[in-house]
């Protein structure tokens, strides 16, 4: 009796796993496909068509070589991606130092007003991106600033800071204080304890925080093209291109971005080490 | 003269509306172990973190070594605290987390020692530097907690137990004038506490150290401790030896918290040869007591009590009919009723064969007058 229950259940957990992999791999498959198929398609011997042709690599070898592809002129993707790259890279360290100090700032201190001050912080995070891009716009208009990859820098710490803010605070609250009550016992002053005790132990939230910034930054596309004027960051730049078409070489950049990306990343979770 | 390592006068701690500690004087002798020992929200460990810095007091003043450290950061403060959680450095390995309080002490890799200018302060901003010193240092901690050769080892490697050595051991290694522990124990199994009782007072007889220990646990005061002072409610109530706690408790609360007692409260009166008190028409012989007006009863020990005929001409002997009874394998206790309804628990030990009593039996019962305490309110 027990045994047929036994077996019974085996084998019902037998098909359930079965199940289980088959709708990881759909899961998977969903989110993978599309960019295993722009990959493939950079190799795709073929200008137009998003037929398969035969393989090529000679739409690398002439973006490489500064020709232009289809459209896409190599000078400009390289001038896109550096403004992207410098934006981004400015937007993290900013984003980060002020994040961790005003998550700091939230999780230690009491003060009045502070649940409204916490719903203001967090609110770039839930507002609209293009609410966000016309009223960042306004503002600089109004302040007579010059529109430019330093007006697109300022606009990304504004959301960026809420999002490392987010993710440090949550590591905070996990933190127990009371390492830093050993540390300056054992006559560690303050700097010495945020030094050598308490950002070492939160090293993986202000890491994460930096990583989700960077790649918030990276891709955001509304808030920028209001708020760039004349320049150009990727995500602009493709936008350009994609709507005449789709050509080989958007293909190729793309394709090149998610190998220095993937490459990023995994660089960031070495740096970051273990978790405790 | 005596040496103190700590004085406190009049310290206060109030936390909004609540006061913590209540105008604590105490004084501990250099290398003895004092326990404070108390109920849950009795202000002992807020106490501790008034020594050790982590807290200021709201009035009074602390003490350490003669000098007035109620206003000084604990990180310039000669006292190490072993915390309830360890709180060991889990991104350190155990020669590093032992080695902090030296490197930040500025026994660093330059040969200098003590806390130099700004120069010396930014270099210990840019690494925690290390030297033969320490490491030796170190080395000789961890055989003093006898875990030697586990420098290398993460912490996570280690078992509660091993944490705990290894937490004594990051304290101890700055020679602290006082070493202030936090219920330190408390996360550990029985059997492993008691071993670490009995080592925790060897260590502190052997450094000649003075220790202060937190705990609620009154088994493990009496077992460590030169001297308890039991709280409650924010102050101290008795400051003692562990004998004097236990034998001459000064107030109900001492003799209601440490061990099991009888208490009877009733009025108090001096007589020819001694004093009483009258609770229900009966009279009670007990010692007497110079400050008679604030007494508020007396106390005898369930031990203390003596049962069948070796009760009867006692001070005070009295009729009793026994309402309980618990078999504890060396001794019995007993429940007993008086014929005014006073009950008294009283223990019995089982020295021949046969000699148990049962439930609903009448018996004597009787107790020696010295025997018993007379307790103030």
């Known amino acids: 009796m027990m045994g047929a229950f036994r077996r019974a259940r085996a084998a019902l957990f037998e098909r359930g796993a079965g199940l289980l992999v088959a709708q990881t791999a759909f899961v998977y498959l969903f989110l993978y496909l599309p960019i295993a198929v722009l990959i493939t398609l950079s190799f795709n011997d073929s200008r137009y068509a998003v037929v398969w042709q035969g393989f090529t690599t000679k739409w690398y070898t002439a973006l490489l070589q500064g020709e232009t592809v289809a459209r896409v002129d190599p ?30 700032a939230l999780d230690r201190y009491d003060f009045p007003g502070k649940r409204l001050f916490t719903g203001v912080v967090f609110m770039p995070i839930i507002i609209p991106s293009i609410v966000m891009g016309i009223s960042l716009l306004l503002f600089f208009n109004i302040a007579g600033i010059q529109l430019g990859t330093g007006t697109a820098i300022i606009g990304h710490v504004a959301f960026g800071i809420s999002f490392v803010a987010v993710v440090v605070a949550a590591r905070l609250q996990t933190f127990d204080q009371t390492m830093e009550e050993a540390a300056m016992d054992l006559g560690a002053n303050e700097l010495e304890t945020l030094r050598f005790v308490t950002l070492p132990m939160i090293k993986p939230g202000i890491f994460a925080g930096a990583l989700l910034a960077f790649a ?17 960051t990727l995500p602009i730049f493709f936008f350009g291109m994609v709507r005449q078409g789709i050509s080989p ?21 070495w740096f970051q080490g273990p978790t405790w | 003269m005596t040496d103190y ?9 109030r936390f909004d509306d609540v006061v913590a500690v209540n105008d604590v004087d105490l004084r501990v002798e250099s290398g003895k172990f004092l326990t404070l020992l108390g109920p849950s929200g009795c202000g002992k460990t807020t106490l501790l973190r008034c020594i050790d810095g982590f807290e200021t007091p709201t009035e009074g003043a602390v003490y350490i070594k003669d000098e007035d450290v109620t206003n000084v950061p604990p990180f310039e403060r000669n006292t190490s605290m072993v915390f309830q959680s360890y709180a060991l450095f889990p991104h350190m390995t155990v020669g590093e987390n032992v080695a902090f309080g030296l490197q930040m002490q500025g026994v660093d890799g330059s040969g200098e020692t003590g806390r130099g200018g700004v120069g010396q302060a930014v270099k210990r901003l840019v690494r925690r530097g290390s030297n033969e010193e320490i490491e030796s ?5 961890l055989e003093l907690v006898e875990l030697p050769g586990t420098k290398d080892r993460q912490i996570s490697e280690l078992s509660g137990g091993q944490q705990q050595r290894i937490a004594l051991a990051r304290a101890l290694i ?32 052997e450094l000649n150290t003075t220790f202060i220990y937190v705990t609620h646990d009154q088994e493990e005061a009496l077992t460590m401790s030169d001297q308890i002072a039991v709280m409650n409610d924010g102050h101290v109530e008795q400051l003692g030896t562990a004998t004097e706690i236990y034998e001459e408790p000064a107030t109900e609360f001492v003799a209601d918290f440490i061990g099991e007692t009888n208490l009877v409260r009733g009025d108090y009166s001096d007589t020819a040869d001694g004093a009483a008190i009258d609770r229900n028409g009966r009279t009670y012989v007990v010692p007497s007591n110079p400050e008679a007006d604030a007494t508020a009863g007396f106390a005898v020990r369930p031990e203390k009590i003596r049962i069948g005929d070796e009760a009867a001409g006692l001070d005070n002997s009295f009729r ?17 009723e008086l014929d005014d309804g006073g009950r008294f628990t009283v223990d019995m030990q089982i020295r021949d064969q046969g000699s148990y009593l049962q439930t609903g039996e009448t018996v004597q019962i009787g107790w020696a007058a010295e025997n018993s305490v007379v307790l103030t309110e």
């Open chain 1, 75 to 104: 000078t400009a993707a390289w001038n896109a991606l550096l403004n992207s790259v410098e934006i981004a890279v400015a937007m993290v360290v900013i984003s980060t130092v002020f994040g961790t100090m005003l998550a700091f």
């Open chain 1, 216 to 232: 918030m930054s990276f891709d955001d596309y509304v808030v920028t093209f209001f708020i760039i004027g004349q320049e150009n």
């Open chain 1, 249 to 269: 070489g958007v293909n190729v950049v793309a394709a090149l971005i998610i190998v220095v990306t993937m490459a990023l990343v995994a660089v960031a979770q």
């Open chain 2, 5 to 13: 390592d700590v004085r406190l006068e009049g310290v206060t701690k």
């Open chain 2, 137 to 141: 240092r170190v080395e000789e901690m």
């Open chain 2, 174 to 205: 700055t020679e602290p004038a006082v070493l202030l522990l936090d219920e330190p124990l408390g996360a550990l199994d029985l059997k492993l506490r008691q071993n670490m009782q009995v080592e925790l007072k060897n260590l502190q007889e």
């Open chain 2, 320 to 336: 009793a009919t026994i309402i309980d009874e618990i078999y504890k394998g060396n001794l019995g206790k007993f429940v007993v």
